[in-house]
């Protein structure tokens, strides 16, 4: 047990919140007011905005396909390491002590799965002798060290995951997560500018909206979250004012039934056009896919008139897509297919909301809403508190809005 009265927290500053010296100075200066009034901070980062997106594009331009995953996370992981240290810098020029943190340094231990590792284990004791030391401990999101020694990353947004297991390996009293808005909204907030934002949202159903996109918080950081029951908020880092709680059911008073619309446009579509329709076939597809380590979300199986040949179409994220197609060209005997089409200008959009265990018509109401606006629906799936469809992406902000004022979500 430590022996502490004093108040430990965990920020998180994501890329928009450090993306030039000036956010970093007001960076800086917001943590020194908490370590002022007495709290024990530990400061998770992210790489400048755009710094990933770079990075990944680098490694893309010298292979798109077949590159190894673990000299792309030496890579992409260097944008952390950039910031971590110029925040601390930052706040040594305030006179705040602190030192910065790669993961490893963090003792933030993964598994191998380069490019989407999983936190195994954190050893607290660097960051809690920072922290007893009486300085700020900085800490390099989106990356840990893997059982062979070598550096990992987390999967994009990772930072926020990052954070969340800080917070748990240390008991901090909450993890509170700085970034370009102020809250967790209906739904995007820069797409509908009705959406409104929620004060309080469950762990369940930020879960949901995070997995189908709703990239304000990353969804292994809520599961985390609800796990180890760390008490999250969302809030602005350019602007005091509070921002959204994530809290376990029984402390929300009322409840929608829709709490959100979400939209990924980080999906793919795949169709594999007349492969037998007989056992196994689907196995032979999503077998090797598998094997890659590639994720399949959504899935539409169609059969032919004849009932002879089927159609198989789904959905991977676009950053998989020509990894899929090289997998499903080399299986190509075993699967026995005509051909196949790829598509990358479409979007996912899913509306959420654990009202809909107890309420009919959730889905039809989607489907009502969207055929009114002529937008064609590619392919659906559900779950117990989510329906998502695959849309062409240029209908995007069309959907998002007809969809949020359908289902009464537009604020007043
Ligand atoms: P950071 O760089 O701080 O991690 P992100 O870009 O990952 O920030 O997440 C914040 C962004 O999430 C916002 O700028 C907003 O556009 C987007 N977003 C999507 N859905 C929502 C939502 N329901 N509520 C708030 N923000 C959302
Ligand atoms: N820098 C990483 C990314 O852009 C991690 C993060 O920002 O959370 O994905
Ligand atoms: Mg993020």
């Given at each position: 047990?430590?022996?502490s009265?004093?108040?430990?927290?965990?920020?998180?500053?994501?890329?928009?919140?450090?993306?030039?010296?000036d956010?970093?100075?007001?960076?800086?200066?917001r943590?020194?007011?908490h370590?002022?009034?007495?709290?024990?901070?530990?400061?998770?980062?992210s790489?400048?905005?755009?710094t990933?997106?770079?990075?990944?594009?680098?490694?893309?331009?010298?292979?798109?396909?077949?590159?190894?995953?673990?000299?792309?996370?030496?890579?992409?992981?260097?944008?952390e390491?950039v910031?971590?240290g110029?925040?601390?810098?930052?706040?040594?020029?305030?006179?705040?002590?602190?030192?910065?943190?790669?993961?490893?340094?963090?003792?933030?231990r993964?598994?191998?799965?380069?490019?989407?590792a999983?936190?195994?284990?954190i050893d607290?004791?660097?960051?809690?002798?920072?922290?007893d030391s009486?300085?700020?401990?900085?800490?390099?999101?989106?990356?840990?060290?893997?059982p062979?020694g070598?550096v990992?990353?987390?999967?994009?947004?990772g930072?926020?995951?990052?954070?969340?297991?800080?917070a748990?390996?240390?008991?901090?009293?909450?993890?509170?997560?700085?970034?370009?808005?102020d809250?967790?909204?209906?739904?995007?907030?820069?797409?509908?500018?009705?959406?409104?934002?929620l004060?309080?949202?469950?762990?369940e159903?930020?879960?949901?909206?995070?997995?189908?996109?709703?990239?304000v918080?990353?969804t292994?950081?809520?599961a985390?979250?609800?796990?180890?029951?760390?008490?999250?908020?969302?809030?602005?880092?350019?602007?005091?004012?509070?921002?959204?709680?994530?809290?376990d059911?029984?402390?929300?008073?009322?409840?929608?039934?829709?709490?959100?619309i979400?939209?990924?446009?980080?999906?793919?579509?795949?169709?594999?056009?007349?492969?037998?329709?007989?056992?196994?076939?689907?196995?032979?597809?999503?077998?090797?896919?598998?094997e890659?380590n590639?994720?399949?979300?959504?899935?539409?199986?169609?059969?032919?008139?004849?009932?002879?040949?089927?159609?198989?179409?789904?959905?991977?994220?676009?950053a998989?897509?020509?990894?899929?197609?090289?997998?499903?060209?080399?299986?190509k005997?075993?699967?026995g297919?005509?051909?196949?089409?790829?598509?990358s200008?479409?979007?996912?959009?899913?509306?959420?909301?654990?009202?809909?265990?107890s309420h009919?018509?959730?889905?039809?109401?989607?489907?009502?809403?969207?055929?009114?606006?002529?937008?064609?629906i590619?392919?659906?799936?559900?779950?117990?508190?989510?329906v998502?469809?695959?849309?062409?992406?240029?209908?995007?902000e069309?959907?998002?809005?007809?969809l949020?004022?359908?289902?009464?979500?537009?604020?007043?």
């Amino acid at each position: 047990m430590r022996a502490s009265s004093v108040t430990l927290v965990v920020q998180k500053y994501g890329g928009t919140s450090v993306a030039d010296l000036d956010r970093i100075r007001n960076v800086a200066a917001r943590i020194k007011r908490h370590v002022t009034a007495g709290e024990k901070v530990a400061v998770v980062v992210s790489a400048m905005a755009g710094t990933t997106n770079q990075l990944v594009g680098w490694v893309h331009g010298l292979d798109a396909a077949g590159y190894d995953t673990a000299e792309y996370d030496q890579v992409v992981a260097s944008g952390e390491q950039v910031t971590i240290g110029l925040l601390a810098i930052a706040l040594q020029t305030i006179g705040v002590p602190a030192r910065s943190f790669l993961g490893w340094q963090a003792g933030i231990r993964t598994d191998a799965a380069y490019s989407k590792a999983r936190i195994v284990e954190i050893d607290p004791r660097p960051v809690l002798e920072c922290l007893d030391s009486g300085k700020v401990a900085v800490v390099a999101g989106f990356q840990g060290i893997g059982p062979e020694g070598r550096v990992t990353t987390l999967g994009r947004g990772g930072s926020d995951t990052s954070a969340v297991a800080l917070a748990a390996a240390i008991k901090a009293e909450r993890c509170d997560i700085f970034t370009d808005v102020d809250g967790v909204y209906t739904t995007d907030p820069r797409i509908v500018a009705r959406a409104r934002k929620l004060e309080r949202i469950t762990y369940e159903e930020m879960l949901e909206m995070a997995s189908v996109g709703a990239k304000v918080l990353e969804t292994r950081s809520v599961a985390l979250a609800m796990r180890h029951h760390v008490r999250v908020q969302v809030l602005s880092s350019f602007e005091d004012k509070p921002g959204t709680l994530v809290v376990d059911e029984d402390e929300v008073v009322e409840s929608q039934i829709v709490s959100g619309i979400a939209y990924s446009r980080n999906e793919a579509r795949i169709t594999v056009l007349r492969v037998k329709d007989r056992p196994g076939v689907a196995a032979a597809i999503f077998g090797p896919l598998a094997e890659a380590n590639i994720n399949v979300d959504m899935i539409v199986q169609s059969v032919s008139r004849d009932g002879v040949y089927a159609n198989q179409t789904f959905t991977v994220s676009k950053a998989d897509l020509p990894r899929a197609l090289a997998v499903l060209e080399k299986a190509k005997d075993e699967i026995g297919y005509e051909s196949i089409l790829a598509d990358s200008d479409v979007v996912k959009i899913s509306v959420i909301g654990v009202g809909m265990r107890s309420h009919a018509g959730i889905a039809h109401k989607m489907f009502a809403t969207l055929a009114a606006k002529g937008i064609n629906i590619q392919a659906i799936s559900t779950s117990e508190i989510k329906v998502s469809v695959l849309i062409a992406e240029e209908y995007t902000e069309l959907a998002l809005r007809a969809l949020h004022t359908a289902y009464g979500l537009d604020k007043d």
